[in-house]
């Protein structure tokens, strides 16, 4: 009842966050004076990015814990994760073109933050497609928390490419990077904002998962006792 308590919450919370974050971004933060309203995607790309490393990190962490207890709990948490994260990153790629068609003059330059975004939405597109590919269900878990494990090795590498290799990606220092503080302001409520959507979303999505596990593991017994 205390978890579901929270969830109720945290779900009201990002109901009523979710569109002052997008008043704020449209409406409250000044206009970049370079490259103008396109800036403005600028606080939605860099809040998905973090969005989809929450997802990506949950299910680097269960994944080891499902090898740990051997628990299908925990492999449903990392899957269901798993979905949020791709999701996220897929919109991370597609919000990246839509800023740097007009800022860029191409959709698509090889820059290593971009590359290695990429690479990392291929590695978890091949998760699960291995687990569309693999019937038995303990042998499907195993095999794809090892995956979701090397997987994760990618997010340091994305985080970090900007700083390791030549890059024309803008990044945030500590200090801001010369944005104005309004645009701090408005950047770190979108983040927080996003990140209690990505819970509720993750919450949401293991419950149903969690869900059409034990149904599917009564149907096997059932049909077992049949049997």
Do not use: C
Not at 36 to 60: E, K, P
């Amino acid at each position: 009842m205390k978890k579901d308590r929270i969830t109720k919450i945290l779900l009201v919370l990002v109901l009523l966050m979710l569109p002052v974050n997008f008043y704020l971004i449209f409406q409250v933060a000044p206009t970049e004076r370079i490259m103008g309203d396109v800036q403005r995607i600028f606080y939605l790309h860099v809040s998905l990015a973090i969005s989809a490393y929450i997802g990506f990190g949950v299910l680097f962490v269960s994944s080891i814990m499902f090898l740990i207890k051997k628990n299908l709990y925990w492999d449903t948490l990392a899957y269901s994760a798993g979905e949020v994260g791709l999701m996220f990153s897929t919109l991370v790629l597609i919000t990246g073109s839509f800023w740097a068609r007009p800022v860029w003059n191409v959709w698509w330059t090889w820059d290593p933050r971009l590359v290695t975004m990429l690479i990392l939405w291929f590695i978890y597109i091949g998760y699960f497609m291995l687990r569309k590919s693999i019937s038995e269900r303990l042998k499907k878990a195993r095999y794809s928390a090892i995956i979701g494990i090397l997987g994760f090795l990618d997010v340091p590498v994305v985080r970090l490419a900007t700083k390791w290799w030549r890059s024309i990606h803008p990044r945030l220092s500590k200090e801001g990077g010369g944005l104005d503080p309004l645009m701090i302001k408005v950047m770190l409520f979108s983040l927080l904002t996003f990140v209690v959507f990505t819970i509720v979303i993750i919450i949401f999505r293991f419950r149903v998962a969690w869900a059409e596990e034990r149904l599917y593991s009564i149907l096997n017994e059932m049909e077992e006792y049949h049997e």
